[in-house]
Nanobody
Framework: QVQLVESGGGLVQPGGSLRLSCAVSGRSIGIYAMGWYRQAPGKQRELVAGITSGGSTNYVDSVKGRFTISRDNAKNMVYLQMNSLKPEDTAVYYC?????????WGQGTQVTVSS
């Protein structure tokens, strides 16, 4: 099992940027598939961006061209760079690590996009 701690959330104006970080401990993340999910009030949790152990990435359509997921296996870190933020990006963002059928989650970090 791994432990995940997210950071970097906050309040930002529309059009602004934030960089979320996910610090992982317990095991090396090199063989894990990593992802960022989000959950807005009254909505289901959705996958925002994922990155495989080989570095392949995928994004939900609503963030393509604005968000970038990356990983630093040497530091056991995963990042989500979020640009051109919109009010509809407001949610709690969660880091996720998957190895085979085992999934681990962080506690989440709040992102609020508002003027």
């Amino acid at each position: 099992q791994v432990q995940l701690v997210e950071s970097g959330g906050g309040l930002v104006q529309p059009g602004g940027s934030l960089r979320l970080s996910c610090a992982v401990s317990g095991r090396s993340i090199g063989i894990y598939a990593m992802g960022w999910y989000r959950q807005a009030p009254g909505k289901q949790r959705e996958l925002v961006a994922g990155i495989t152990s080989g570095g392949s990435t995928n994004y939900v359509d609503s963030v393509k061209g604005r968000f970038t997921i990356s990983r630093d296996n040497a530091k056991n870190m995963v990042y989500l760079q979020m640009n051109s933020l919109k009010p509809e990006d407001t949610a709690v963002y969660y880091c996720n690590a998957v190895l085979f059928t085992f999934a681990s989650w962080g506690q989440g970090t709040q992102v609020t996009v508002s003027s």
